[in-house]
């Protein structure tokens, strides 16, 4: 499966547009009252994909959940259970049924499209327990994300990875969001990580919390990635 910096791009603009960090907003929002969770799920006939891009941390109710860091079970895989975030898995569960109503519908519309799901920060986790969760898959799937946070164990990673085998997670160096649960916690980056340098750019920090963890969509993921070579990498199948 060819991925190019067009097709991250993208899936970063999303990002944006669901964040509100963007001119054009977005339609067909779903969401949760109970947990503030957000999602949506477009078509761009120009790279020929389905995305549904999951919503990061906006509403006071989403830190809430983001420091509900103990692991709950999910399901096991060889024996050995599978373990995530509870407050990301609460939120993931909060709209999973009406997400997964539209994304398949809409995969089933343009089955020779590419499905994508998308994510920044509390959004990666959102979107990857979503394509762990999804009753079927389109023929082509990745998962595309920015600066999120771990999700999961390592039997959590092992697990998605046979689900979705094309998962690229791009995080910035100074970014302090993905490393919070290493070490201790027992959590596990998933898929191919691909870093980005920190760029000189001075873009326009929309949130000032994010721009201060260099966690900022805009500033921070936006300008590196339109640095990077037409194609991300020959070698990414």
Not at 127 to 141: H, S, Y
Not at 226 to 231: D, H, T
Request: hydrophobic residues 35%.
């Amino acid at each position: 499966m060819n991925f190019t910096k067009q097709d991250a791009l993208a899936s970063l603009y999303l990002c944006q547009m669901i964040g509100g960090d963007t001119k054009e907003k977005p339609v067909g929002i779903i969401s949760s009252r109970c947990t503030s969770a957000a999602g949506m799920v477009t078509v761009d006939h120009d790279l020929k994909t389905v995305t549904a891009t999951f919503c990061g941390s906006k509403e006071p109710k989403d830190f809430v959940y983001d420091a509900k860091s103990r692991k709950v079970t999910i399901g096991y895989l060889s024996d050995e259970p599978v373990r995530v975030h509870e407050g990301f898995n609460e939120q993931s569960l909060s709209i999973h049924d009406a997400m997964q109503v539209v994304f398949l519908k809409t995969c089933n519309l343009y089955p020779q499209y590419t499905g994508v799901i998308s994510g920044h920060s509390l959004g990666k986790s959102v979107g990857e327990l979503f394509a762990l969760r999804l009753r079927e898959l389109p023929d082509q799937i990745r998962i595309v994300t920015f600066g999120g946070a771990l999700t999961g164990n390592r039997q959590f990673c092992d697990y998605l990875r046979v689900r979705v085998p094309h998962n690229f997670c791009f995080y910035n160096e100074q970014d302090i969001v993905p490393k919070l649960l290493r070490g201790k916690f027992s959590y596990e980056a998933s898929g191919m990580q691909i870093e980005l340098k920190e760029s000189k750019h001075q873009g326009h920090p929309v949130n000032v919390a994010a721009a201060l963890f260099n966690h900022d969509t805009h500033r921070d993921y936006w300008q590196p990635i339109s640095e990077l070579p037409g194609k991300l990498n020959e070698g990414i199948n």
